[in-house]
């Protein structure tokens, strides 16, 4: 069935990125690496930077519940021990491609990480043709190994490359891709791009896939950069941007839900447009905010936020609160812009495993405006 469409027509001049003023990075530069910021309207959490001065991070994960793995775009898997950013990377990607909106990306750990050692990333490489590959390596501790590459030559460009990946409740790996800025290949079967791909965490591909030989799970995405399925379900969460003017008009960015086999219109359908056969979004942001993740709250740690659906907006400066139906999750009862985020561009948002909520900035990113201190990963503690 396809879900209702919601239309966010709020005004917060986020269709272009928002020009700080000095007032705005001096009170950016007041804040100490442990100060708290205070949450006018709620006063059982709040938002505290946890580490500074990293370089675009994309991506975050826990290995175990003092160290953290962060992914900085230009190449560089970095460690946090304990709060404590450590000098040296625990990878540098030599290969990696970063002239704009492409790098290093993606970054996931295996659900057998204690056995394994596992853990995944996803990067961009190449000179005037680039592509996207996923890579698992062995984890260990201050360095990888045993790099063994489970997909490669995803069709990509500067622009629209995807690419973020996670585990689902399945075992089975998950990767968005990019449409690479040429839309057609979303639609095309045999082409990678513009499509969510599952694979097992070996590179094959399971035999449930929808389509015969295939990684592809779903189709007809622009660039989606969050997924996340609702807590002890299989219901799958995406966000995704929309047109930027070149390819459409401006906004459009769309939360999904996601389901095998499915087409999801672009580039034949944006917007809240429909077309029999493709799904429509859950909800749709225009003017833009650009999405660039997507989690799903679980601990419970901060009661009010339990099972709540939560993605970092770049373009829209904050982080997007979404609450749904317990009894059914498919159905949004309401949303809103979170209080207390005023950092900047934010792209990932996950859960430790404190049960606090980690977001980081990508001020560095070529589209915002460093403060003192950027980038940063900033969390949301219960007092």
């Avoid at 938002?47 to 001065?53: G, L, W």
């Avoid at 003092?66 to 898997?77: A, S, T, Y």
């Avoid at 990767?175 to 791909?197: E, F, M, S, V, Y």
């Amino acid at each position: 069935m396809i879900p209702i469409i919601f239309s966010l027509l709020i005004f917060f001049s986020c269709s272009k990125p928002q020009k700080q003023t000095s007032a705005d990075n001096k009170e950016k530069e007041r804040l100490s690496s442990k100060e708290v910021v205070s949450n006018k309207g709620d006063d059982n959490y709040a938002i505290e930077t946890y580490v500074e001065n990293l370089e675009v991070p994309w991506a975050i994960a826990w290995t175990d519940k003092d160290r953290m793995l962060v992914n900085e775009r230009p190449g560089r898997v970095r460690i946090v021990n304990n709060g404590k950013l450590q000098d040296a990377p625990l990878l540098e990607v030599k290969e990696v491609s970063s002239d704009a909106e492409e790098g290093l990306m993606g970054l996931c750990v295996d659900p057998n990480y204690n056995e394994n050692k596992f853990i995944y990333i996803s990067y961009a490489y190449g000179g005037s043709k680039l592509f996207v590959k996923v890579v698992r390596y062995k984890d260990n501790g201050s360095y990888l190994s045993g790099e063994k590459i489970l997909i490669d030559k995803i069709q990509a460009a500067h622009l629209h490359a995807g690419c973020r990946i996670k585990f689902g409740p399945d075992g089975k790996l998950y990767i968005t891709t990019g449409d690479a800025t040429d839309g057609k290949i979303a639609q095309d079967l045999n082409n990678l791009g513009g499509k969510i791909l599952r694979i097992n965490s070996d590179g094959s591909i399971p035999e449930d896939n929808p389509f015969a030989n295939s990684p592809v799970w779903s189709y007809g995405h622009r660039n989606p950069q969050g997924i996340d399925w609702y807590p002890g379900s299989s219901i799958l969460f995406e966000t995704e941007h929309g047109p930027s003017g070149f390819d459409g008009p401006g906004g459009g960015d769309e939360v999904n839900i996601i389901t095998k086999g499915s087409n999801y219109g672009w580039p034949l359908v944006s917007h809240s447009g429909s077309k029999e056969g493709m799904v429509s979004p859950l909800l749709v942001f225009t003017p833009a905010e650009a999405p660039g993740s997507a989690m799903f709250y679980k601990s419970g740690v901060i009661p009010q936020f339990k099972n709540n659906f939560f993605f970092g907006c770049l373009r829209g400066r904050g982080i997007i609160r979404v609450v749904v139906d317990e009894t059914n999750p498919e159905k949004v009862l309401s949303y809103e812009k979170f209080k207390g985020i005023d950092f900047g561009r934010i792209r990932e948002v996950a859960e430790g495993p404190d049960g606090a909520i980690y977001f980081s900035t990508s001020n560095k990113d070529g589209r915002g405006n460093p403060a003192s201190g950027d980038d940063r990963i900033m969390r949301i503690v219960k007092k």
